[in-house]
């Protein structure tokens, strides 16, 4: 079980006797605990079976506490616009992967593969229970059958997590083995042949529940609705957690997955300037011979133990390994064969590439809650981080002998033993980074109705290219400030400053060129409010922040070159300001709403005044909304046990890495979700109304990344 939180002062201890209560509601069976939740004694005997399901909607996307400024706390007192998404919500929206939940996030769009645009800015690096080592990093996605929440911490969050993008954090968290036994068992049918199921089973080995074990394995198998194209995942996952003291425990974890897609690595479709599709979505520059292949390992452990009452340690290791193969036809240019101004057909390029990583991350936090030191009392966090990965690139291409494929009329097959297929493939890159860290927090609480928070950290980064032989070491601060004023306990005002840091890429680190240079920083200043109204019923946020990215290297025009090569400056600047709005209201016992808007205007605020920064085009920044929007309502209908959802979500205009139009979009989605007993059913229809749109842009010669058209998912579960 979960190791208790140092015990906090005022105002959070109030909020731990709720979010008690609220657990032990959660616990009784739901009838009971929505009686329970509305009447002020206790019930004198169990609710009865025909109102099984009343009130089960309450509180049903709610997470009263966040790990993700490191230390257990309450959302209201973290002085950062912070998002949380729970396993429930993952359920209902019948989601798979992370890409699936980017609607309920305010400020967090698709820009390709696993890559996000975060508040204007371009990344893909996400974190796992805290630490590095995504073992989807490249081409595939993150899956999300293995955890329990999404965590996203929004702006620079350099002091908390190291280097890394100023648009903000994604954390996942993992299940963990329950003492409560628990077996569930699912299978799946949906649209493009999709199939599929899991098991999954936790509880204690013991009757005293010293020892826990989780273990779980979840396989899904479909088509696409692009040509040749498919996804077969398995993922195997399984915990081992034993109390070793009362107060203290130690967790173990494993995760295998392994991902094949046929007819991958996916491309876009071509498009004109205007952004309208020149092929249809279904169009597949690869060939069924393509494939795509995953296999990762994950192995974690987790040592959390309250040594007193006010003092707790946590300790955290991770290691992954990962391999990532790929044999794909890239579009290479295209061509306008019967010269009506229109391009009909694209050129290939054949591809063979394999892509290994290797990582291992590590943190160890102190949490102390200082207690009252004359009219102030302190929380204070302190801790040292680690993380060292190792990637390789072995890759070939050719042009020879690669037939051109229609836009139109595509004919597939036309590759098969073309002599293209065989070879070594050469070592084209070898790379190490290293980041070392230790950073000092004071939450201080003044009184009853002001919250300080103050944070410095100092990183170490090594980056090295064995092939080049080019390396560097640096060293950098990171800063966090904020104050959160309560003018009632269920309402947070703040204001914050945070900055983060990035380490050039080893690339631009050439002496020759004008290098080594200084990191890309990032600086934030968010203004925000936060409530937890009616007990938690009525939890709205709303933010207003201004992001500058500075350092972002570029061609110096004012030196001529040397030895033919062109000089470098960082001398690059963006930024990024923006508002955003979310929402997460129980209407009724019986009906959630949940909504979210984001406006985000990134803007080119000094280059070299020739060439755009990387992702920039001209002022603007690719695939950056300057209006995202998403919603979520579910309404349960107690006499059918059957609760009804609608969802939907809109994307503005942007514009692709080329300068084209990507058309804004609006779709909706819908989940009719029925419980009786054991059985859970869900009728999941995603894009009702068949819209045809780009979930984002890339480059001319790829195209867009067209949505998904109508698809249906039915899902049928049982739980004991």
């Not at 800015?121 to 080592?133: A, C, I, P, S, T």
């Not at 006010?310 to 300790?315: E, G, H, N, R």
């Not at 391009?343 to 290994?356: A, H, N």
């Not at 929402?583 to 070299?608: E, F, L």
Request: neutral net charge; proline residues 7%.
């Amino acid at each position: 079980m979960p190791l208790p939180s140092p015990a906090p002062a005022r105002p959070v201890a109030a909020r731990k006797g709720r979010a008690v209560a609220a657990l032990a509601l959660a616990l009784l069976p739901p009838g009971l605990a929505a009686r329970a939740a509305e009447a002020p004694e206790p019930l004198a005997e169990p609710a009865p079976a025909e109102i099984l399901v009343v009130g089960r909607v309450a509180r049903l996307y709610r997470v009263p506490e966040t790990s993700i400024g490191r230390m257990a706390t309450d959302p209201l007192d973290i002085p950062q616009s912070v998002t949380l998404l729970n396993r429930q919500l993952i359920e209902d929206q019948g989601a798979r992967d992370i890409t699936d939940l980017y609607r309920n996030i305010a400020g967090v769009t698709l820009f390709s593969y696993s890559g996000i645009t975060f508040r204007g800015f371009r990344q893909d690096e996400v974190f796992y229970d805290q630490l590095r080592g995504d073992p989807f990093s490249g081409f595939t996605v993150p899956q999300l059958f293995t955890v329990e929440r999404v965590e996203v911490l929004k702006g620079p969050a350099g002091m908390l997590f190291g280097p890394g993008a100023p648009g903000g954090v994604i954390n996942y968290v993992s299940k963990q083995p329950e003492e409560e036994r628990q077996l569930a068992a699912q299978a799946a049918l949906g649209s493009f042949d999709r199939r599929g199921g899991w098991l999954e089973a936790t509880g204690r080995l013991d009757p005293e529940g010293i020892v826990t074990i989780r273990a779980a394995g979840f396989h899904e198998e479909q088509a696409s609705f692009r040509a040749n194209a498919g996804l077969s995942t398995t993922i195997l996952d399984g915990g081992l957690a034993v109390r070793l003291a009362p107060a203290t425990r130690l967790v173990l974890q494993a995760t295998h997955t392994d991902q094949t897609a046929p007819g991958n690595r996916l491309r876009g479709v071509p498009t004109d300037d205007a952004g309208r599709f020149l092929a249809g979505i279904s169009w597949n520059h690869n060939e069924p011979s393509d494939s795509l292949a995953l296999r990762a390992t994950a192995l974690q452990a987790r040592l959390a133990s309250q040594l007193t009452p006010t003092l707790s340690l946590d300790a955290r290791l991770r290691h992954v390994e990962s391999r990532e193969e790929q044999q794909y036809h890239e579009p290479f240019g295209l061509l306008d064969t019967d010269r009506d101004g229109t391009p009909d057909t694209s050129r290939r390029q054949y591809r063979d590439q394999l892509r290994t990583f290797q990582s291992l991350a590590g943190a160890v936090s102190l949490a102390w809650s200082a207690g009252a030191i004359g009219p102030t009392s302190h929380r204070i966090l302190a801790g040292v981080d680690f993380a060292s990965s190792d990637q390789l690139f072995f890759g070939r291409s050719t042009t020879a002998g690669v037939p051109t494929l229609s836009l139109r009329d595509p004919i597939y097959g036309r590759t098969e033993g073309l002599p293209y297929k065989t070879g070594p493939r050469p070592l084209g890159a070898d790379t190490r980074a290293v980041r070392r860290g230790v950073y000092l927090q004071d939450q201080v609480d003044i009184g009853r109705w002001l919250t300080l928070v103050g944070g410095l950290r100092h990183d170490r980064f090594e980056d090295a290219d064995r092939l080049s032989g080019a390396g560097f070491t640096g060293t950098d601060m990171s800063w966090r400030a904020g104050i959160i004023g309560r003018p009632r306990p269920d309402v947070a005002l703040y204001a914050s400053w945070s900055t983060s840091f990035e380490p050039q890429p080893i690339g631009n680190q050439d002496a020759q060129r004008g290098g080594p240079f200084p990191p890309q920083t990032g600086d934030q200043v968010e203004l925000g409010a936060r409530t937890a109204l009616r007990d938690g019923r009525v939890q709205l946020a709303a933010a207003l922040y201004q992001i500058r990215r500075q350092n972002l290297v570029q061609v110096d025009p004012t030196q001529p070159p040397v030895g033919g090569r062109e000089q470098l400056a960082a001398l690059g600047e963006v930024r990024s300001r923006g508002f955003e709005l979310e929402a997460a209201i129980d209407v009724t016992p019986d009906w959630v709403v949940t909504a979210n808007y984001g406006y985000n205007d990134t803007v080119v605020t000094a280059d070299n005044g020739r060439n755009p920064l990387t992702n920039a085009v001209g002022s603007r920044f690719a695939n950056a909304p300057r209006h995202q929007a998403g919603f979520w309502t579910r309404y349960q209908l107690p006499a059918l046990r059957t609760a009804v959802a609608l969802g939907g979500e809109h994307v503005s205009e942007r514009i692709s890495l080329s300068g084209q139009r990507v058309r804004p979009y609006t779709i909706f989605d819908a989940s009719l979700i029925h419980e009786r007993g054991p059985l859970r059913l869900l009728l999941r229809l995603d894009n009702i109304f068949d819209a045809t749109y780009a979930a984002s842009g890339f480059i001319d010669r790829t195209g867009h990344f067209p949505g998904e058209p109508r698809t249906l998912l039915f899902e049928a579960r049982l739980s004991y």
